[in-house]
């Protein structure tokens, strides 16, 4: 029902019956509030989600994987790259075994090319990592960031064989491209 009043755009009614289904359940369930954490960001309304969403922690409710990964789109939209990070590394800690969502992955790296984000593109890439999710690919999206950014990202080649990624044409020419830009430091997180 709360998920047909959302579709309609009746969050008034949604909420009302959400509430009721709240007073009445107990379950802890996330999925419930989930629909209209999902209504409220879609509809860019992340102020109205961020207070729904503490409400609901607030009575008892976890967080699933699917809350966290909701608000880092909601962050992500309102380019709150900090909140991206942090909702984003909560999603992946949330579950035993992480299946990567490889729209979200490509579109947080999209946006902090966008932005020439060198190091919160690091950030990403350590949590990432310790979600044991590194390719090629996210490498190139690393290397991406940097080439726009105007820097030169140290030791990339040494970092890719420590993780047992493997070099691609793309992943050479953006070497190639950086090498000849400004040295950035390392961060002790490599």
Known sequence: MISSLVKLGDFEEAEKLYNEWESVSGSGDARVPNILLAAYINGDKMDVAENFYQQIVQKGISPCYTTWELLTWGYLKKQQIEKVLDCFKQAVCSVKKWNPNEKLVREVFNKLEDLGDTE???????????????????????????????????IVAERMQKDNVGLDEETHKLIKLTSKMRVTEVSSSF
């Open 120 to 154: 919160d593109a690091e950030k990403l890439l350590v949590i990432l990592r310790d979600a044991g999710h590194v390719s090629t690919k996210v490498y190139n999206s690393l290397l991406r960031v940097y080439a726009k950014a105007g820097k030169m990202p140290l």
